[in-house]
């Protein structure tokens, strides 16, 4: 993905945020009367969660490097605050609530292998400051230690973000010499975004 690309999905995901808000403000199924201490506080940390969820955003349009360092913590912060919420247990009530969460995932989703699973990710890499020679040959020797593994297909990422329990093994492949060709980073978010969806899975089925 180039930078132009990825910055026509940073406005879009932008925009349906917006969007998402909207909806949410309008829905009157939600009971936003919650006084109690918790739900105070619950609303003080949504509020700033959101001014630094813009913030990043903005970041990452600008291609800064505290946007890819950002995004990871406040996407987790945001899904647990939309489980600790109301908000979470409204998706179950109509059909385009589950399309606007399908199309919030799959945004986040191209999003997080943008930043981490292409060429794009080497633009949010801050200045490295002057080094002497033995420490720049050690950052040589990460570079090339690096450039061994292959990008994700997105063949495989949707796999992955549509069924993690199947997907993620896929992660383990191994090239001719028996190394694995996709980063230790790689292999760990999917197994751990797997164990998470089967656990929300699991929760969820067993609440009903």
């Known amino acids: 993905m180039n930078t132009k690309t990825f910055k026509y999905v940073i406005s879009t995901y932008f925009f349906f945020t917006l ?3 909207l909806v949410i403000a309008l829905d009157d199924t939600i009971d936003s009367s919650d006084e109690s201490e918790w739900g105070v506080v619950l609303l003080y940390i949504a509020l700033i969660h959101l001014l630094v969820f813009f913030y990043n955003l903005y970041s990452l349009y600008k291609i800064k490097p505290i946007g890819k360092k950002l995004f990871i913590p406040l996407q987790v ?3 647990m605050l939309y489980f600790w919420s109301e908000f979470g247990s409204v998706v179950e009530s109509h059909f385009y609530k589950y399309l606007l969460d399908f199309f919030d995932a799959f945004l986040i989703g191209i999003i ?8 794009l990710s080497k633009d949010f890499e801050m200045a490295l400051p002057k080094t002497n020679k033995n420490e720049q040959n050690k950052i040589n020797e990460s570079n090339n230690f690096n450039d061994k593994y292959q990008n994700l297909p997105i063949s495989l ?3 992955i ?3 993690p329990a199947i997907g993620a093994w896929f992660t383990l492949k191994k090239d001719t010499n028996r190394n694995y060709i ?7 978010f999917s197994f751990v975004y797997a164990i998470l969806v089967s656990l929300l899975l699991i929760v969820t089925n067993g609440s009903r």
């Open 182 to 188: 996709y980063q230790k980073s790689t292999r760990i």
């Open 19 to 21: 969007f998402y808000m």
């Open 157 to 159: 990422f949707l796999g």
């Open 112 to 119: 997080f292998t943008s930043l981490y699973f292409t060429d």
């Open 77 to 79: 912060i945001g899904l």
């Open 161 to 163: 973000l549509l069924i």
